[in-house]
């Protein structure tokens, strides 16, 4: 999500040369299947002498390249609502970039970034495509392990396992509900 938000403040706020770019590259993604985008990530770290294939972070690394546009619409609907005024406010009164960030900005642009961060938590945990072609049994995500468990036949553990997943994401959302409403 801090990804996202910086991408939506510079997409949505400032007037830097090649914003409308970077939001491009951003959805670009979303044009590719999940299986597709997995196997060039694949073939791309271990082709490269960066030593991630196989551990968590080209997961990690997949997962914000397939998922950032889900956070930045999230967060971008939340910016365009803030008014320029508000910051230009804040440096008048002597705040500086970051004093406005803390105190002003961000404050404005909790519910977003709950939302959001709530919503890419959800989806993290039933990926499934892009999850079985680049994890390990050392990190096996939940998609893969639910899949693997029904072709055992475990369903006792796969009911348990599903019923967790539910849980979690039940109690997730109840904390996005509780912590991203404005206070009254």
């Known amino acids: 999500m801090f990804l996202a938000a910086l991408v939506g403040y510079i997409t949505v706020k400032t007037r830097v040369f ?27 770290y271990v082709q490269m002498p960066v030593p991630i294939y196989a551990t968590i972070w080209i997961l990690l690394i997949a997962y914000v390249t397939r998922f950032l546009p889900y956070g930045l619409r999230s967060v971008s609907s939340t910016i365009v609502q803030i008014h320029k005024e508000l910051e230009e406010a804040s ?8 004093s406005t960030l803390r105190r002003i900005l961000f404050p404005l ?69 509780r912590f991203s409403r404005v206070s009254e």
């Open 91 to 98: 440096q008048v009164c002597g705040g500086g970039f970051w």
């Open 109 to 177: 642009m909790r519910p977003g970034l709950i939302a959001g961060w709530i919503l890419l938590a959800t989806i993290f945990m039933r990926e499934f495509s892009l999850s079985l072609f680049l994890y390990t049994p050392d990190a096996e995500p939940v998609g893969p392990l639910l899949y693997y468990l029904w072709l055992d036949g475990l369903t006792g553990p796969l009911g348990a396992l599903g019923i967790l997943v539910s849980a979690v994401s039940a109690a997730l959302v109840a904390v996005a509900y």
């Open 18 to 44: 090649g914003r409308g770019l970077l939001e491009s590259l951003t959805f670009l993604p979303w044009a590719f299947p999940s299986t597709a985008l997995a196997i060039g990530l694949l073939w791309a």
